[in-house]
């Protein structure tokens, strides 16, 4: 067990509603990834919902929840409107860049799409039941711009319950409640063994539902 779960664990039960979960209800691979690649450096609500809610009001009737859509059906729309940047321009309405990379989001989204296409991802399910969750993380990282953070939010909001997004506000309350921060890789070993000792007092939490819980905790903080 890492050396900082323990103290951890308790600085959650502490400090934070674990009672009041939020489950991601995303029924839509597409959603997922505009969801995810302009939440990266962004303001969530004033953002990336924003965004979120351009491509559902263009494309599934104004319901962000809906089931249906296809990573083949976000493409041609992208290319219905003349490529990414068209894309961005008529429908996002948003031209942010990614991080030090500096690749505009939305052809960040358009390589995607195109990488799970060749391996035959279409929906939520096949991304869910994909053979080598392992090669699927490599995929997704290799389109520049897109780190451990975005990775993992990217599993998470396709359903994934362990994942932790390792990002500024998960990593300031790992400080917060440790005194020092520590790396990725630990951060994730770090919120699984937190969970672990946690559950038996707070049935049902998840790794995802923590990190869900402890970003809202920061980033309503940070405004």
């Known amino acids: 067990m890492h050396p900082l779960s323990r103290q951890f664990a308790d600085y959650c039960e502490g400090h934070f509603d674990l009672e009041h979960q939020v489950n991601y209800h995303y029924q839509s691979l597409p959603i997922c990834l ?3 690649v302009y939440s990266l450096r962004a303001k969530y609500e004033s953002i990336t919902l924003p965004v979120v809610q351009r491509y559902a009001d263009a494309y599934m009737g104004g319901d962000r929840y809906a089931s249906g859509d296809t990573i083949s059906a976000l493409i041609e729309r992208i290319d219905s409107c003349g490529g ?6 008529k429908v996002i309405k948003n031209h942010q860049k990614l991080g030090r990379s500096l690749t505009p989001k939305e052809e960040a989204i358009y390589q995607l799409a195109h990488y799970l296409k060749l391996l035959q991802i279409e929906t939520l399910e096949d991304f869910q039941q994909f053979e080598s969750p392992e090669l699927l993380e490599v995929v997704i990282r290799a389109v520049k711009g897109i780190s451990d953070a975005g990775a993992n939010y990217l599993f998470m909001l396709a359903g994934d319950p362990n994942r932790v997004k390792p990002d500024v506000h998960i990593h300031h309350s790992i400080v917060d409640a440790c005194g020092r921060d ?3 890789e630990e951060c994730q070993a770090l919120f ?3 969970v672990e000792l946690l559950k038996p007092k707070h049935e049902g939490l998840t790794v995802a539902a923590l990190d869900n819980t ?3 905790f920061y980033s309503k903080a940070s405004i």
């Open 192 to 194: 699984t063994e937190a």
């Open 34 to 36: 505009i969801d995810c």
């Open 214 to 216: 402890i970003w809202r």
């Open 84 to 89: 990414s940047c068209a894309f961005a321009e």
């Open 182 to 184: 520590v790396s990725n």
